[in-house]
C-alpha cells in the first residue's frame, strides 16, 4: 500500500524584524502590531494560516516583540470588563485572536536574515513539509493563495513558491523565478532563483511574493549556505540550490497569484492597503468611499 505524505499542519511566520521602515511608530511598537483598518497586520496572517488547515503556528520573534504573544493570549481583565458591559460583540472580536490556533513562539537573538529566521524553526518543525508566511503580504481570504500551495506541495512533493507577475521596472525590489511551463496555467516548475535581479538581468517578471510551503531539506542547506546579498542568509539562496538539484529535497513548484493582495512592506502601501480593505468592509466600505470620492472631488 502506497504511503500517503503527511499532511502539512505547520507554519512559520518570521516576525523578528526591527520595522525601521516605519519608524518612529514601531520605536516600541512591532510593525506586525500596526493596525489594518482594525485588526493589526500579523492577525490577517494567522487567521489565512488557519483557513488553509494550519493550525499549528510557530512565530520567529525577537527583542521588544512580546505584544505579539499578549495579543493572541487571553486578556481576562479585558473580558471581564466587556462581560459586565453585555458588549458580546466586542467580546467576541478580543477573544477571536486567543482562539485561533495553537500559537509558539522562539527568539531568532541574532538578525541574520530570512533564511536563519527559517532555520529557527528547524526544532519545531522536525522532518515535516511546513509553510512560511511573511507579514509584509496580506493576501485576501477570497483568493485563497496557501491551500493551493499546499494542494501542489501534497501532490508533487518538494517545495512550492507563490509567484506574482510585476512590471519589469520592478523586479529589482523582489527574488525572481526562472521557471518552465506545466499543464495547469497557475502551477510553473521553477529552474532557478536570482535575489533582487538588475532589470537586465531578471530571467523573467516573475516576482516571489511572502509565502512558500517548504521540504524539510532546506534546513540542511539553509545549515551550510553562506551569506549572500546584504550579509544575511537568504532563503532564496537555499531554494535555489533545491530548484538546480532535486536529489537534494525534490522540484520547486510556484504558483502563479493573480489575486488580490495587500503590500504593507512599505508606507505608502500600507495606507493604500487600509484603504482597499476598508472600502471592502461591509460596515465601513459605504460611508468610507462615499467620503473619499467627496475627498478627492475637492482635492482634484
Known sequence: MTQLPPRISKAVIPAAGLGTRFLPATKATPKEMLPVVDKPAIQYVVE????AGLSDVL???GRNKRPLEDHFDRNYELESA?????????????????????????RQGDPRGLGHAVLCAAPHVGDQPFAVLLGDDLIDPRDPLLARMVEIQEREGGSVIALMEVEPSQIHLYGCAAVEPTGES?????????EKPAVADAPSNLAIIGRYVLDPAVFEILRKTEPGRGNEIQLTDALQQLAHDEKAGGPVHGVVFKGRRYDTGDRGDYLRAI????????DLGPDFKAWLRRYVTEEM
Open 59 to 61: 512565530m520567529i520573534t
Open 82 to 106: 466587556l462581560t459586565r458591559k453585555g458588549d458580546a460583540e466586542k467580546l467576541a472580536r478580543v477573544q477571536e485572536s486567543s482562539d485561533l490556533a495553537t500559537i509558539h513562539y522562539v
Open 48 to 51: 489565512e494560516a488557519v483557513s
Open 275 to 282: 484603504v482597499r480593505l476598508a472600502c471592502e468592509r461591509e
Open 186 to 194: 497557475d502551477v510553473v516548475k521553477v529552474t532557478d532563483l536570482v
